[in-house]
């Protein structure tokens, strides 16, 4: 637990989060899975998910507060099928997240990880299937709810959002407008998320609560230093930072898992 653990870590922890904050700012995604998937690495990958989700929350609100008026209203009628559903299977990953033993759980959040950096990395070609395609019907209101469904049953259980992602790149949206509907997808999220783990007494005690909300500082700084980034780093550089992190992480919980790192 957090409470017992040394100074060094606990300094561990919050470079880790600016980090993370920092890639999300930069790329506008990617704060939940690297924090996440680095802080498994550290302490116990169940404890890590629920740790993660009010920074989580404070650095979508800090990032839909770019989106205008006009746009909030737009995206919440365009999505609001799949944020709804989304919203279900939350509840659900998070009422199974306690039940998942900590070995298995750390080569899963390894192996999802890797499988995403596989999907985004564009050097070596995949099949369309591999890829991200997703066809007219999942963009339709029916394809949204079976996406929303699967994909908040994941996320509720692991922090993983990237089939969310994956989902929204393929509705074209301009990277500022794509940067704030995920946001907004996941500001719906995490804001359920807090209650629920509260209800289902996921935090292991009060100073693991603590210590999220602290964190949300230094995640909240990440992300004003990546905006920064962002707008002087090309989409290369900012695909080649958010993989080659995800890779490592990836590589180190799978290892981790299995015993042999």
């Known amino acids: 637990m957090i409470a017992a653990i040394g100074g060094a870590t606990v300094a561990l922890m919050t470079l880790v989060i600016l980090i993370a904050g920092t890639t999300n700012g930069l790329a506008g995604f990617g704060f939940a899975l690297v924090g996440t998937m680095a802080l498994a690495t550290v302490i116990d990958p ?4 629920v740790f993660m989700i009010i920074p989580i929350l404070a650095v979508n609100l800090s990032l839909v507060r770019d989106l205008t008026r006009e746009e909030l209203r737009t995206c919440s009628r365009r999505f609001g099928p799949l944020i709804g559903a989304a919203l279900v299977g939350t509840v659900v990953g998070m009422a199974a997240l306690s039940s998942i033993p900590t070995g298995p759980l750390r080569v899963g959040l390894g192996l999802l990880t890797l499988g995403f950096v596989a999907t985004t990395q564009q050097r070596i070609p995949l099949p369309e299937w591999s ?14 709810l079976g996406v929303g469904g699967i994909s908040g049953l994941l996320f509720g259980g692991t922090n993983v959002g990237v089939q969310l992602i994956a989902y929204l790149r393929s509705f074209d ?30 935090y292991p005690s009060r100073i693991v609560l603590f210590a999220s909300v602290v964190a949300a500082i230094p995640a909240v700084t990440g992300v004003a230093v990546g905006k920064r980034l962002r707008v002087t780093a090309s989409e290369r550089s900012r695909r080649l930072v958010v993989l080659g992190l995800l890779m490592v992480v990836g590589i180190r919980l799978v290892g981790g898992g299995i015993g042999i790192i």
């Open 173 to 202: 949206l301009s990277h500022g407008l794509f940067v704030g509907v995920v946001a907004l997808v996941f500001l719906g999220l995490n804001g359920i998320r807090v209650g629920v783990a509260s209800l289902f007494g996921l």
């Open 46 to 49: 169940a404890t890590a998910v």
């Open 131 to 144: 890829s991200g395609g997703i066809g007219t019907f999942a963009q339709t209101r029916v394809g949204m």
